[in-house]
């Protein structure tokens, strides 16, 4: 079974998930027991946001996985480096807007959402910003099917 590459790869990559699902399990288990009901709730309305505005992100990721395995396709290493620089380069400036408007919207999400402070929302809003960028090499991996690498990389 693990001679197949195609199985083998997707073994690795479905262990990791369902390891990350467990220890989230674990997280918010914990996390539970420690705050109030209130803080509970505050903690995952700001997931949801996550949640929320990482769908609009997950587009791009679909492209950058559609292209890098076409680079892989043909083994071009030094075209998926300046194809990533490339990609980086062009959403600099989309990620620094989602950015100032994020930041200038704070105080309106954080009455509509009834929140006592903005550290959690501004968590949020950096965590995107990281998170995006970093999409860019993990799912580079993903079109490689380097599906080790990107366990390792999202472990």
């Known amino acids: 079974m693990l001679r197949n590459k195609f199985l083998k790869n997707n073994l690795v990559y479905l262990s990791s998930i369902s390891l990350g699902g467990l220890l989230g399990y674990l997280f918010h288990f ?3 027991h420690q705050l109030s009901v ?3 709730g505050e903690f995952q ?3 949801s946001l996550n949640m929320i505005l990482g769908v609009v992100f997950s587009a791009v990721s679909y492209f950058i996985i559609k292209q890098s395995a076409v680079f892989a396709l043909h083994n071009d290493r030094d075209g998926q480096a300046h194809f990533l620089g490339y990609v980086m380069k062009k959403f600099r ?3 620094l807007s989602f950015s100032v408007l994020f930041l200038l919207f704070l105080p309106v999400i954080k009455n509509a959402l009834h929140l006592e402070d903005y550290w959690g929302i501004m ?5 995107m910003a990281i998170g ?3 999409s860019f090499y ?4 993903q079109g490689w099917n380097d599906f080790v690498g990107l366990s390792a990389a999202a472990g």
């Open 93 to 95: 400036y989309l990620v």
């Open 38 to 40: 209130g803080q509970y």
């Open 45 to 47: 309305t700001i997931i």
């Open 123 to 127: 968590a949020v809003g950096f965590s």
């Open 138 to 141: 993990s799912n580079s991996l």
């Open 30 to 32: 914990t996390l539970s």
């Open 132 to 134: 995006f960028y970093y």
